[in-house]
């Protein structure tokens, strides 16, 4: 695990140590989608995908994602197998 995953899986669940977190990717991804920074997005994108994004929020256990967190992420993250225009959300 590079400094960068170490950094922000230590900020998004402070409770764990970080390599135990990035273990298992859908229950980081998912404390990830609750508890990261604006500036932390870009980064993460670059080591997972959009579909490993969208496969931890489908798949998220309770009580980790609040509601409005979970609701953006189903805004920007396209459905498996299709690519979504931003431009078109707000029609």
Known sequence: MNNELKEIARRVNWFELPEKVVRDVDRFLVYFMQY??????PVMRRYFTDQQFRHALNNRPPGILDDRSAAYWDLVL?????ERDLRDVHK
């Open 36 to 41: 990261c920074l604006d500036t932390d997005i």
């Open 78 to 82: 396209p459905e498996e197998g299709k």
